[in-house]
């Protein structure tokens, strides 16, 4: 009989062979793991129930805006937004609000405030937006009515907004 020499099992290349995929799978699992605990999901709204209550002011404010025929249109030059408002209104405020807000990050989100300048229209300063498409909300301060639609700035288009449907 001739006497084999034994090798241990770790210079082998089997057994490591063996443990690339479990220990790999572990290594991708605290990769993900870090990632949930670390970023922020970013709900769109916290307390959504109590927002679905609120939807009727929401639906009397976009029936005063239809009423009085309002629409806007709006259009970005550097880093200020120039807003255009018509309509038969029985008082011209001198500030809006206009909201522009991420569907899905709540990170994105933007508020500007608008003034009116001496020919009329509604000036404001905007930071840099993404290239996405937002949800545009225009109304006064007071929130007499609103106008809203949908926006995809880097594509350069003008923003358009009307009483919602």
Same mark, same amino acid.
């Given at each position: 009989?001739?006497?084999?020499?034994?090798?241990?099992?770790?210079?082998?290349?089997?057994? !490591?062979?063996? &443990?690339?995929?479990? #220990? $790999?799978?572990?290594?991708?699992?605290?990769?993900? *793991? !870090?990632?949930?605990?670390?970023?922020? /999901?970013?709900? #769109?709204? /916290?307390?959504?129930?109590?927002?679905? =209550?609120?939807?009727?002011?929401?639906?009397?404010?976009?029936?005063?805006?239809?009423?009085?025929? =309002?629409? &806007?249109?709006?259009?970005?030059?550097?880093?200020?937004?120039? %807003?255009? +408002?018509?309509?038969?209104?029985?008082?011209?405020?001198?500030? %809006?609000? +206009? $909201?522009? @807000?991420?569907?899905?990050?709540?990170?994105?989100?933007?508020?500007?405030?608008?003034?009116?300048?001496? #020919?009329?229209?509604?000036?404001? $300063?905007?930071?840099? *937006?993404?290239?996405?498409?937002? /949800?545009?909300? %225009?109304?006064?301060? $007071?929130? @007499?009515?609103?106008? &809203?639609?949908? !926006?995809?700035?880097? /594509?350069?288009?003008? =923003?358009? =907004?009307?009483?919602?449907?």
């Amino acid at each position: 009989m001739q006497a084999t020499s034994q090798i241990p099992w770790y210079r082998e290349r089997w057994p !490591w062979l063996l &443990a690339i995929m479990p #220990v $790999t799978s572990i290594i991708v699992g605290f990769a993900f *793991l !870090w990632a949930a605990i670390k970023t922020n /999901d970013g709900l #769109v709204s /916290d307390d959504y129930y109590k927002d679905g =209550l609120a939807i009727n002011k929401i639906i009397e404010r976009d029936e005063a805006a239809r009423r009085y025929h =309002l629409s &806007a249109a709006a259009q970005i030059k550097g880093s200020s937004i120039i %807003l255009q +408002l018509s309509g038969n209104l029985p008082a011209i405020p001198d500030s %809006l609000r +206009l $909201t522009l @807000a991420h569907p899905t990050r709540e990170g994105f989100d933007h508020s500007v405030l608008l003034k009116r300048n001496q #020919v009329g229209a509604y000036e404001g $300063t905007v930071q840099k *937006l993404i290239s996405a498409r937002y /949800d545009v909300i %225009l109304e006064p301060l $007071t929130g @007499a009515w609103r106008v &809203a639609g949908q !926006w995809h700035p880097a /594509d350069g288009e003008m =923003l358009k =907004l009307g009483p919602s449907t």
